[in-house]
């Protein structure tokens, strides 16, 4: 059904947002729209009107999301006198640190249940930076088996990811 809505509908919604922010950017609200969309976000339903409106009301609220960001970068350019390369780097970072922190709370319980050797490799490899050889060496474990373990841990948190998502 989705490969069909997309196929019917993608390019003239591209046609649309491109007329209004640029084809680059275009493309990723299209891609974010049906994304949306496919998720039942913002759930299909006939009795309120037709798919084409479903779906251009996604795109306008995503376009709206655009505007928002990009009116808050130009401020950001102003306000610190910086280029808007800058502003956007400024504000990546920001919420670079947002999503690190949403993400860490997430994990924080399951970090806290682990034993604390397994915990150990896991924040020197993914806090510290560490590579898994050295993490190994700093925690006194063989290279290999450090290797497994993390793999494993890895697949655990992902899991824990996942059930959130």
């Known amino acids: 059904m989705f490969a069909e ?3 019917e509908h993608a390019g003239p919604l591209h046609r649309y947002l491109a007329r209004r922010v640029g084809v680059d950017v275009a493309d990723d609200l299209v891609s974010d729209t049906f994304l949306t969309a496919m998720r039942g976000e913002d ?3 006939p009795g309120r009107g037709s798919v084409v409106g479903w779906l251009y009301g996604i795109a306008t609220n995503l376009l709206r999301g655009h505007a928002k960001r990009e009116v808050r ?9 910086v280029t808007l390369a800058v502003a956007e780097s400024l504000e990546s970072t920001v919420v670079s640190r947002i999503d690190a922190r949403s993400h860490l709370r997430l994990i924080a319980g399951e970090l806290a249940r682990m034993p604390e050797a397994d915990r150990d490799l896991v924040l020197l490899v993914s806090l510290a930076g560490l ?3 050295e993490a190994a060496e700093a925690l006194g474990l063989n290279a290999a088996t ?3 373990r993390l793999h494993r841990l890895r697949a655990k948190l992902k ?3 996942l059930r959130h998502a």
Not at 73 to 81: D, N, S
């Open 131 to 133: 590579e898994v050889r």
């Open 5 to 7: 809505l997309f196929d």
């Open 43 to 45: 759930g299909y339903d």
């Open 73 to 81: 970068l130009l401020k950001t350019a102003e306000r610190y006198g």
């Open 159 to 161: 899991e824990v990811e």
């Open 146 to 148: 450090a290797r497994s």
